[in-house]
């Protein structure tokens, strides 16, 4: 998981809100079916948009207060942040074509807050 950071209350704001360029923070719970099964391709994305996007990962069992804040109510939630702001969200085991099309989107400045 070298090419996703492991997010948590105290490095949220610096890694996520404070970072240059879009930010995928991948909101998971270790019990989750679903995440398990995205986190492989969340690795491989991370290796593809080295350099363009940032990819973190926040377990929402460990940081509720930050889950809440962003409306997390189901997980996995993939949430893009572009200049501290939530500028859009998938929710739920989302396909590999659709999210590395929705990325390229974020990476090209199409997605905007």
């Not at 995928?24 to 989750?32: G, H, K, N, T």
């Amino acid at each position: 998981m070298h090419n996703i950071i492991e997010l948590d209350e105290s490095n949220f704001e610096p890694e996520a809100l404070k970072a240059s360029g879009p930010v995928l923070v991948d909101f998971y719970a270790p019990w989750c079916g679903p995440c398990k099964m995205l986190a492989p391709f969340l690795e491989q994305l991370a290796v593809d948009f080295a350099g363009k996007i940032r990819f973190g990962k926040l377990n929402v069992d460990d940081a509720p207060e930050l889950a809440g804040r962003y409306h997390v109510t189901g997980v996995p939630s993939l949430v893009l942040f572009r200049d501290g702001k939530a500028i859009d969200q998938v929710v739920g085991l989302a396909s590999p074509r659709s999210l590395k099309a929705w990325l390229e989107k974020a990476a090209n400045g199409i997605l905007l807050a």
